[in-house]
């Protein structure tokens, strides 16, 4: 799941401004990522509510939720996906190394 700014114009013109969105990232029967849903709002209740919506048979298939730095999504998995393993997504992990490296070239 990550969050995405659909437009920097006024919502109430253009709908919502930011929506959090879930992928299934698995690759079983499709051979890509299939985009579950979008939500408005970029929170962790907008996360944790559509996780409870899903119910616990879905809840309980998830083994591992990827994730971005924003600690909410984080704290709507802890509460929702007891079981699963949270890892950040590759985008966010890369961004980091690269803002690592910047610092070390910058002393």
């Known amino acids: 799941m990550d969050e ?5 114009r006024d919502p109430r013109r253009r709908g919502p401004k930011e929506l ?13 990522a299939r985009l579950l849903d979008l939500v408005p709002g970029r929170s962790g209740k907008a996360y944790r509510d559509w996780l ?3 119910g616990d048979e879905f809840r309980k298939r998830i083994e591992i939720a990827t994730l971005d730095l924003f600690q909410g999504y984080k704290n709507a998995i802890d509460d929702q996906l007891e079981d699963a393993t949270c890892v950040l997504d590759a ?17």
């Open 52 to 54: 409870d919506e899903r």
């Open 20 to 32: 959090t969105g879930m992928v299934d990232l698995a690759r079983g029967s499709h051979p890509t």
């Open 4 to 8: 995405h700014v659909w437009h920097h």
């Open 91 to 107: 985008f966010h992990i890369v961004k980091l190394a690269g803002a690592a490296v910047d610092d070390v070239r910058d002393c």
